[in-house]
């Protein structure tokens, strides 16, 4: 059951984040002054966060805001998926949803980025399976050898 994200998600949110393997320490702090900011003030500026439960379980998590200065388009800045939901279409259902409600709210891009490190391989695999296309990498942005992938797609 998708639902929207709730302060008392943080904590369970931010364990599974760090369970997956595949953020830093630094990322799982980043993300939690971005739930610390969506919820005092950043929701009444257009920001959305939604989270999917199943059988009371937490196991994944969106959050994606407008791009500022932009005609109608969006960035989704994290989606996560408990390890043992990877492959099993809880990503493309937290996708889609995202997708389909930026649509309601007319929007026409939505971007997003990654890592070009060989562990993030299925990821980028996975944005392009769902229709989004790389429209950029930038070299070394993360550190030496660690480009970032930006995905488009048209809505």
Not at 41 to 51: I, L, Q, S, V
Not at 115 to 134: A, C, D, Q, V, W
Not at 135 to 149: N, P
């Amino acid at each position: 059951m998708l639902r929207p994200t709730v302060p008392e998600d943080t904590p369970l949110l931010l364990a599974l984040t760090e369970q997956t393997g595949m953020f830093k320490p630094m990322e799982v702090q980043a993300l939690r002054e971005v739930f610390d900011d969506y919820f005092a003030f950043e929701r009444d500026n257009g920001h959305f966060g939604f989270t999917e439960e199943q059988d009371g379980r937490l196991v994944g998590f969106t959050y994606y805001a407008p791009a500022y200065m932009t005609d109608r388009s969006w960035y989704l800045y994290w989606i996560v998926v408990s390890k043992d939901q990877q492959g099993r279409g809880t990503g493309r259902v937290l996708l889609k949803a995202v997708e389909d409600h930026i649509r309601s709210l007319n929007g026409r891009l939505l971007f997003l980025e990654t890592s070009s490190m060989s562990h993030y391989e299925p990821t980028r695999r996975f944005y392009l399976k769902n229709g989004y296309e790389i429209t950029g990498v930038l070299k070394d942005f993360y550190s030496d050898g660690d480009d970032m992938v930006v995905f488009r797609k048209r809505l």
